[in-house]
Nanobody, 120 residues
Framework: QLVESGGGSVHTGGSLRLSCVVS????????MAWFRQAPGKEREGVAS????????TYAYSVAGRFTDSRDNAKNTLYLQMNSLKPEDTAMYYC????????????????WSQGTQVTVS
């Protein structure tokens, strides 16, 4: 089970940090990623990271502004979002899987409930 928190509303240029806790029987040695979906748009991969917390990958639209990290001791994935823009407004989800699917959302098995991020 993935439980996400940290969304909210900010002004352009502001920052937010999303957290995603892996709980239950889910193996913490999972590849994890962040996705987002705005109304009327397809789900978009934002960032991914391997089970050791290395080799983060970012979508071009967020590279240099977002940072993906994880603390395996806390079974938690983080997404630090800086210099937010109105086009970052979307529902954000974390996802996990035993295999590395990068930013391709269709392969991920486990999903969070989603949290809204609004930038105005």
């Amino acid at each position: 089970q993935l439980v996400e928190s940290g969304g909210g509303s900010v002004h352009t240029g502001g920052s937010l940090r999303l957290s995603c806790v892996v709980s239950g029987d889910t193996d913490s040695r999972l590849y994890m990623a962040w996705f987002r979906q705005a109304p009327g748009k397809e789900r978009e991969g934002v960032a991914s990271i391997d089970s050791a917390g290395k080799n983060p990958t970012y979508a071009y639209s967020v590279a240099g502004r977002f940072t993906d990290s994880r603390d395996n001791a806390k079974n938690t994935l983080y997404l630090q979002m800086n210099s937010l823009k109105p086009e970052d407004t979307a529902m954000y989800y974390c996802a996990a899987d035993e295999l590395n699917h990068g930013l391709a959302w269709r392969g991920y098995t486990y999903w969070s409930q989603g949290t809204q991020v609004t930038v105005s």
